[in-house]
């Protein structure tokens, strides 16, 4: 009797024991997540600091592209339900794309392991940032700091008026952009560390993270394969980067009975032009030179040159193409070696 009350006492107090304890834990793994959170908040926040006073004028204000490509792009995005491999996967084919830089590109390298003024924290930081997407944070941060340029700017015009001076043109949100004239100061990257590879670049530019329900997968299945532009007869209609960022669209063959209306346009934020090169040579096996670019004097003959083209830029041209095969490519610097290139036959 005695011992059986002992017992249920006994149970009693485990289970409030257990209440107590299980209550702690619940609460302390909260505790952590929120710190967990608040301290992500913490480093995306300096990702994007990092962000406005390093990438801003090649990247585009919120990763959207200018001199450099797009990176607000999806497939750089993980969200819980990618998996670590993958993730990982991503991380480190942007650790090591800022770290290293691209070679025979723009692209700066960063790492003070290679020379570059980021210590591998600071790059751990704008990684963060480019997977999560934060570009709100980045546009805060160019607000910030625009607002302190509005600042002095005021001051110097309230200066100015007094001594009856020219008055500076006001600074623009946009100063913060590299121009195509300012190309001309930026230099190449001339050696990475090696360790981007083509194919890592095709399989993350596949990924759509968004798109894990399978009807949209249907959906991506069943979508035609891209086409070039109707067209009119006679017009030859090539696209820059509308189907991929270093995409060129064109039709495979080319029927013709004379002159053709080459019409070509840039649909990415990022430069590209558009060479028409007769050569015998296989259209993935044309020399390059020191400058990423292809060698034009070995490769065969140029028949046509469009202009640097900006976003949305545009160019017509009128030639006349002998019937045989092309190669259509864009020869900014280390496009060509990122494919941008595309055979053409003219029957
Ligand atoms: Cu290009």
Redesign the pocket.
């Known amino acids: 009797m005695n011992t059986s009350k002992q017992v249920n006492a006994m149970i009693g107090l485990l289970f409030i024991a257990f209440l107590f304890f299980g209550g702690y834990i619940a609460r302390e793994q909260l505790r952590a997540e929120e710190a967990s959170v608040h301290q992500n908040e913490e480093l995306v926040h300096r990702g994007a600091e990092l962000f406005h006073n390093n990438c801003v004028s090649c990247h585009g204000l919120v990763g959207e592209g200018n001199i450099g490509p797009a990176l607000n792009s999806d497939f750089f995005r993980t969200t819980e339900s990618t998996p670590d491999g993958e993730a990982r996967e991503v991380y480190t084919y942007l650790f090591n794309t800022l770290s290293c830089g691209r070679s025979g590109a723009y692209m700066p390298l960063w790492s003070e392991r290679f020379g570059g003024s980021m210590s591998e924290t600071q790059i751990d930081y704008i990684v963060k940032l480019i997977m999560q997407g934060r570009w709100d944070l980045v546009g805060h941060a160019n607000e910030e700091h625009f607002e302190h340029k509005l600042e002095s700017w005021e001051i110097q015009k309230a200066d100015a008026e007094r001594r009856g001076g020219a008055i500076p043109d006001r600074p623009e949100l946009t100063d913060y952009l590299s121009t195509i004239e300012d190309t001309a100061n930026l230099s190449v990257t001339a050696d990475n560390c090696g360790q981007y590879s083509m194919d890592t670049r095709s399989k993350i530019y596949a990924r759509t993270p968004f798109a894990a329900d399978t009807s949209s997968v249907d959906a991506a299945q069943d979508a035609p394969a891209p086409v070039a532009t109707e067209a009119p007869p006679g017009v030859l209609v090539v696209d ?2 509308k189907d991929g960022p ?1 995409a060129i669209t064109a039709p495979d063959t080319f029927a013709t009975t004379g002159e053709i209306t080459l019409q070509v346009k ?1 649909y ?1 934020a ?4 558009l060479r028409v090169l007769r050569t015998d040579l296989s259209p993935d096996g044309l020399p390059t030179n020191d400058q990423a670019m292809v060698d034009i004097e070995a490769a065969g003959e140029i028949l046509y040159s469009s202009d640097d083209l900006q976003n949305g830029g545009e160019e017509e041209a009128s030639l006349s193409l002998d019937p045989g095969t092309y190669v259509l ?4 610097p ?3 070696q ?1 494919r ?1 290139y595309k055979t053409i036959t003219i029957e």
């Open positions: 820059l980067a270093y840039n990415a990022l430069i590209h032009n490519f864009c020869n900014i280390g496009h060509y990122l941008m």
